[in-house]
């Protein structure tokens, strides 16, 4: 039996949120906004063009469609120093042996990132060969929680959506899982993530009789 399992790249695969929240503080810093840690949760899963609308609004600040383009192609081109230097050591803990006993027993895997970069990432980390579908930032019209990513990436495994297993650190990743008709694996805090059907910590509490069972549902 077969199943399509879907990985989320951002705080799932790699913890690039610390990344996007360097670059992100300093366009904030130039736009006289104090951005913490906290407001940076609201950006998970988000798209490139909301993250920015949505610190606009923390600042209460209004800016031209011209102003925005500009600051978007700033943090991304500070964002993508912070990316080329990452290596394999910043795979997330559990996340080798999962995609390995998936390989293993041939279950088609697929990435479904909100993320432009996310091609260079997996090469950077080295796994983009672990990959038999990826769908990103650059395919989708809808963002998460629209389930559009996911069911694309369902399509081209093609495997049916029902069933699909995704693994998700964004409550609006679970939704948008959920909104797919797909099995939702919460990965992070489940106060947080309490949509999920299924909620772990980290890759390392998720053992091969989960996944098998998963896959025989
Ligand atoms: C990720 C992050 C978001 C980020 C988005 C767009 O999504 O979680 O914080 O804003 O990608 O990234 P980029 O600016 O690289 O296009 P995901 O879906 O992989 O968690
Ligand atoms: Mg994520």
Known sequence: KKKAFIFDLDGVIVDTAKYHFLAW?????????DFTHEHNEQLKGVSRIRSLEIILAIGNITI?????????????EDYLTYIDKMDESEILDGVMQVL??????NQPIALGSASKNARPILEKVKILSYFDAIVDGNDVTN??????????????????????????????????????????VGIG??????????????????DTTFLQNLVNK
């Open 64 to 76: 031209t469609q011209e102003e925005k383009d500009n600051l978007l192609l700033k943090k991304n």
């Open 25 to 33: 503080q300093k366009i904030a810093a130039q736009l006289g906004i």
């Open 189 to 206: 805090e489940k106060a947080v993530l309490h949509e999920a059907h299924y909620n772990f910590n980290n890759f390392t509490e998720i």
């Open 143 to 184: 963002a998460k929680p629209d389930p559009e990513v996911f069911v694309q990436a369902a399509k081209k495994l093609n495997m049916p959506s029902e069933g699909a297993i995704v693994f998700e650190d964004s409550v609006a990743g679970v939704q948008a899982a959920n909104a797919a008709q797909m099995v939702s």
């Open 100 to 105: 390995h006993y998936l390989k293993q027993n």
